[in-house]
């Protein structure tokens, strides 16, 4: 079938990943309240910012505004704190190749952020970026 | 890439898994669990291929599970 903006979905009745989810409806509550922890106790705007930053790497279709429109140039741009230039690029190797994340960069991440911090964000990263691909191809 | 978690558990004395790191997020690990749990208890899918899909995803990202 053709979803609402016009891109065929795989699965009938489908045309974005919550719908998807809900397609299991036994799983729905119970991947809303994960989504709702990580995203709640990711620090800051990071929860945004990984979000945001997902969608835009995968390709997704989402509202512009202008912190998106920041976030394209966001390695030389001041609008973004050392912390989060530092979950963004973790964000970006993590949903480009998973396998190429080094140490210097989660060394980075421990300069600005806590152990329940870090494990927050990148529970939301795995999230986002889950939920982002099964969008993109479903 | 790491095989070996970057994160220390919550308890200084347990071994570094998935397990003893999420300490770090009670809440979190709460609402991972559920999930996990009735994604193997429930639905559609048989446990073979559950299992199967699991131990592709676990070998393609290099997990230890």
């Given amino acids: 079938m053709a979803n609402i903006e016009g891109r065929n979905s795989w699965v009938s009745g489908a045309w974005n990943a919550s719908d998807i989810a809900s397609a299991q409806t036994h799983l729905a509550p119970f991947i809303d309240e994960l989504r709702g922890q ?49 979950i963004l690029e973790i964000t970006e190797q993590f949903v480009l190749d998973v396998h190429s994340v080094t140490d210097e960069q989660f060394e980075k991440l421990r300069k600005y952020f806590s152990t329940p911090d870090i494990l927050a964000m990148l529970f939301h990263v795995a999230l986002c970026d889950g939920f982002g691909k099964l969008e993109k191809v479903a | ?42 639905g559609e899918l048989d ?18 599970y």
């Fill in chain 2, 47 to 64: 446990h073979i291929t559950k299992e199967t899909t699991r131990l592709r995803n676990a070998r393609i990202t290099d997990c230890g």
């Fill in chain 1, 38 to 86: 990580a995203s709640s106790t990711a620090p800051g705007r990071t929860a945004s910012l990984i979000e945001l930053q997902v969608a835009q790497l995968l390709g997704l279709e989402r509202a512009e505004s202008a912190l998106s429109e920041k976030l394209k140039n966001w390695y030389s741009s001041p609008e973004f704190t050392d912390g989060e230039k530092a």
């Fill in chain 2, 1 to 42: 890439m790491s095989s070996t978690p970057r994160l220390d558990p919550v308890d200084p004395t347990a071994r570094s898994v998935f397990g003893s790191i999420l300490g770090h997020q009670p809440q979190l690990a709460k609402a991972f669990s559920a999930l996990y749990a009735e994604f193997w208890q429930r």
